[in-house]
């Protein structure tokens, strides 16, 4: 199999570079003098790229391969005029007329024709108020994937991004769970988690997980960078995720979408949007209500989600945007398993006391502003106002539940408030141009967070039953703040090769004020000692990180890349003080830091054929896990160490018939394959752990698939495959037969899932049905140390869903 996929990414890359290319050249001029337009540039609309003329008007593109072009010309002070060509057979010469503008300037708008996709694409060097020159990114397009929208099927939508490993412990797709290169996939943490460009984390320091993700249906298209994203998005290793919502169409003042699906264990699903522009407003808007049983017992769920979006452009140099988001969720949570619960009846459930709640409130007001034809401003404000409800017995599964002890309910209450302001430049150097930019961001993250006894009942009941009412176990309240200052310059030193060299400067302050209860008994279970211990804790560091990018194309169609980012993560909360009975939190504590490194070659021919292949590595130090406390079954999470990712993350897709028979072909069938090799190391003064791998990193993850289009016709196969993995530094399963009673930890066995989708579009009307775990497979991805566990978490069985859509 890798033999095979090796050849077949060798291949499709050589027909890549050994296809004919052509060149466009052509002179602009002024539409009255017919002298040349002085500071002239041509835009190439099919990738971002810029193309200087000379003094004479001249200009010259090469290396373009037989395709589809828009082409605009442009100038400071002139208008733009804007042409599509087409190359087969020959060069071509394309000259451009302009008239000078009078009054305001008029920004340069390009709309040719969509780029063809296969459902993932990549960002452009330079994207509104960003830089993604010379970084690892794509961009999955929603609107080419065939795939379970409804339940925010990850393992779908993600499967053409490189080297991601995904927790399937949630079928209903109310949390995402993903992280790559050998980071933790638990609540995406690991990523910068973006929706519409501001942050939709609990708190972006002291919390960075992510309990609302938006339902695919509303979704334009998801970007990800990986770990070079730390200079503009926070310093995270994983990188930074956007989900970017739809918006309504510009082109009719009223769009109805109603999609209802029903699947598998009363799942009921019901999404409805509305969208469109009325003068100089624009709007969208969603409702999605969730509901179903879940494959086990004591799984089910009830989750309500709604979205708002209103842009006022008054001018054309400035829009304004407010976004609402709401979301409500409670779901019952079966519990985790014993390995050996697991072999006798992966689908039972052994705790029915467990329940989890999250209310969502997120606000962003945005502003971008045109300050002239090459400088663009770009403003955020976000705040965040929730609440997450943890409610169950969480003692070792390995024990039963005694149900006449109180459960323990935790309660986080977020208030967080955020401003993220860019400016991005465009300016003449030498005989080229460059593109800088500048941002500041302050923060500020306000969590009350709470534990102690719940009822002994085993309804949804979220309130403390301590004798006072109050929280018995711990109360806190953590303060995080947060000032950063960024900058980023793409030096473009010939019309093939940039430099991108950036910087990121961070001061980071962290509090924790509050008490705890201590409790120690003896072995007879007498209490020796019952305290409340108040505490008091703060901590203030600069950061600095620095990175550097290299980008060299030798034709439209391919582009080497390179880059090195320094990345950071402060120790969060939950490190700081929660009283679990699994685990322990080292109160020495230290910050985790490293860096991460790409090379790569990519490229595409529109609709055709798209390759990415990249070599990756990633030093963390002082790396944060639990490990074994000696003498017990209990655990303390602490610093256990560096550790050293390496890989290689290889994705190549390819049209058959488009390859034949040429671009214009009426019928699709395209073959995609995404495969990662990881090894990884751990260095620590442990010798239990020294020399081990790292947790959570399975040495190959495999997808691949096949996709068949005609007209309104779609079929969608997909195989994914993800090699055994370990869940603890001290890699325990490594042995044949060992593992830990408590199934927090031990090895997560090698597995391969199969799905199949398929839609039908007639006028208004979409049809769109499939199979989810085609074979019927018994499975997990997660050992869970707490919730929803602890224990292993079984992944949903074959089940099937069928959604109908109208449009009006």
């Known amino acids: 199999m890798r033999a095979t996929l090796t050849i077949a990414l060798l291949l499709c890359s050589c027909l890549a570079a050994l296809a004919q290319s052509y060149t466009i050249t052509g002179k602009i001029t002024s539409a009255a003098t017919q002298q040349p337009v002085p500071q002239a540039e041509v835009l190439l609309s099919n990738t971002g790229a810029l193309f200087k003329a000379d003094a004479k008007g001249n200009y010259t593109i090469n290396n373009l391969a037989p395709g589809t072009y828009t082409l605009t010309g442009y100038s400071v002070g002139w208008g733009s005029a804007t042409q599509q060509v087409t190359l ?92 790559g290169r050998g980071l933790s996939p638990n609540r995406t943490s690991n990523f910068n988690t973006r929706q519409n460009g501001y942050d939709i984390s609990a708190d972006a320091l002291g919390y960075p997980e992510s309990y609302y993700t938006p339902p695919t249906e509303a979704l334009d298209r998801i970007e990800v960078v990986r770990g070079a994203a730390s200079l503009q998005y926070g310093t995270q290793f994983g990188g930074m995720i956007n989900f ?44 999605q209500y969730k509901r179903g049983d879940g494959w086990r017992d004591n799984a089910g769920f009830d989750a309500h989600t709604a979205f708002g979006s209103v842009h006022y452009k008054p001018h054309d140099k400035l829009e304004i945007g407010f976004n ?88 986080d209450q977020f208030n967080n408030f955020g401003n993220e302001t860019r400016l991005i430049y465009r300016y003449d150097l030498g005989s080229s141009f460059s593109t800088l930019l500048v941002g500041a961001r302050y923060y500020r993250g306000f969590t009350d967070q709470k534990q102690g006894d719940g009822s002994t009942a085993a309804d949804a009941d979220f309130r403390f039953f301590s004798e006072t009412g109050a929280p018995n176990a711990s109360s806190y309240d953590y303060l995080s703040r947060n000032v950063a200052f960024f900058a980023e310059n793409i030096f473009n030193l010939t019309p093939k090769l940039s430099l991108t060299p950036g910087v990121r400067y961070e001061w980071i302050n962290t509090n924790a004020d509050g008490s705890y209860r201590d409790v120690v008994a003896d072995q007879a279970g007498n209490v020796l000692r019952d305290e409340v211990i108040p505490e008091d804790r703060s901590n203030s560091r600069n950061v600095l990180l620095l990175g550097l990018g290299l980008s060299y194309k030798p034709s439209e169609q391919m582009e080497v890349y390179a880059n090195f980012s320094q990345n950071y993560r402060a120790i969060n909360f939950n490190d700081m003080r929660v009283l679990n009975p699994n685990l322990v939190p080292d109160q020495n504590l ?19 054929l798209n390759y990415d292949a990249s070599l990756f590595y990633l030093a963390y130090e002082d790396r944060i896990n639990f490990k074994n406390i000696a003498g017990t079954t209990n655990r303390i999470r602490t610093n256990v160490g560096d550790s050293r990712n390496m890989g290689l993350e290889t994705f190549v897709e390819a049209d058959f018939l488009k390859l034949i028979y040429g671009q214009e072909h009426p019928t699709s069938l395209s073959a995609f394959s995404n495969v990662t090799f990881v090894n990884t190391r751990y260095s620590s003064p442990d010798k239990a752990i020294d020399g081990n791998e790292v947790e959570l990193a399975p040495a190959l993850i495999a997808k691949t698939g096949l996709s068949f289009k005609r007209n309104s016709f779609r079929l969608a196969y997909q195989y994914a495959y993800t090699s055994s993995q370990y869940t603890d530094a001290e890699n325990t399963g490594a042995a044949p037969g060992q593992y830990d009673v408590t199934a927090v930890v031990g090895k997560i066995p090698a597995y391969w899932v199969m799905d199949l989708s398929g839609s039908y579009t007639y006028k208004r009307f979409t049809l769109e049905s499939g199979i989810n775990n085609l074979t019927d497979n018994h499975y997990f991805t997660r050992r869970a140390t707490g919730y929803p566990g602890p224990g292993i978490i079984p992944s949903d069985a074959r089940n099937y869903y069928v959604t109908l859509q109208f449009k009006l």
């Open 244 to 287: 970017v919502m739809k918006e309504g169409p510009e082109d009719k003042p009223f769009e109805l979408t109603t999609r209802q699906t029903a699947g598998s264990w009363g799942l009921f699903n019901s999404f409805n949007s509305v969208g469109g522009t009325k003068g100089k407003f624009h709007y969208y808007g969603f409702y």
């Open 88 to 179: 087969s057979n020959s060069n071509l010469v394309l000259d451009f007329s302009l008239k000078p503008l009078e009054g305001q300037l008029r920004e340069v708008n390009v709309k040719g024709e969509q780029e063809k996709t296969f459902g993932i694409t990549r960002l452009n060097s330079v994207e509104g108020a960003a830089i993604y020159e010379a970084k690892k990114s794509e961009v999955v397009v929603l609107s080419d994937i065939t795939a379970n929208l409804a339940t925010n099927n990850s393992r779908q939508v993600f499967a053409k991004v490189a080297g991601l490993n995904i927790w399937e412990s949630d079928g209903a797709g109310l949390q995402l769970g993903i992280g």
């Open 324 to 411: 609402y988001t709401y979301m409500d969720y409670l779901a019952q949570q079966p519990g985790g398993l014993t390995d050996a619960d697991f072999a006798q009846d992966a689908r039972q459930s052994i705790r029915d006391r467990n329940w989890f709640k999250v209310n969502w409130n997120l606000l962003a007001l945005t502003l971008d502003y045109r300050v002239s034809e090459r400088t663009k401003l770009n403003i955020r404000n976000f705040g965040l106002l929730a609440q997450r409800d943890a409610l169950g017995y969480m003692g070792k599964i390995s024990r039963p539940d005694d149900l006449t002890l109180p459960r323990t309910l935790l309660q």
């Open 590 to 608: 230290k910050d985790e830091s490293g860096y991460s490194t790409d090379l790569g070659f990519r490229g595409n021919i529109s609709g055709v």
